[in-house]
Nanobody
Framework: QVQLVESGGGLVQTGGSLRLSCAAS????????MGWYRQAPGAQRELVAV???????VYGDSVKGRFTISRDNGKNTVHLQMDSLAPEDTGVYYC????????????????WGQGTQVTVSS
């Protein structure tokens, strides 16, 4: 099994920055891509950013140019640097990981963290 633990959420003013981190533990050899999703109140969960094992990155349209995902393979962690935050970025941010042998894009992420709240005040 894989456990994902997020940290770094909180309350920030519009235009501010936050850095989220996610640490993976357990059977980490079964992990490929890692990424972040978010869910705002009353909305569906949406892609924020994904970092693949080959080093490529994918971003949701609403965060391109403002958020940066990075990964430390040696520490099995993934980070999300969020700059120029806006109220519409408010939501619960979930760390997720792709199971080896599947496709996060086609099959979805297999492993999920509990989520961390990000609130951006206007």
């Amino acid at each position: 099994q894989v456990q994902l633990v997020e940290s770094g959420g909180g309350l920030v003013q519009t235009g501010g920055s936050l850095r989220l981190s996610c640490a993976a533990s357990g059977t980490i050899f079964s992990i490929n891509a890692m990424g972040w999703y978010r869910q705002a109140p009353g909305a569906q969960r949406e892609l924020v950013a994904v970092h693949t094992v080959t080093g490529s990155t994918v971003y949701g349209d609403s965060v391109k140019g403002r958020f940066t995902i990075s990964r430390d393979n040696g520490k099995n962690t993934v980070h999300l640097q969020m700059d120029s935050l806006a109220p519409e970025d408010t939501g619960v941010y979930y760390c997720a990981a792709e199971k080896f042998g599947t496709s996060w894009y086609n099959d979805g992420m297999e492993y999920w963290g509990q989520g961390t709240q990000v609130t951006v005040s206007s």
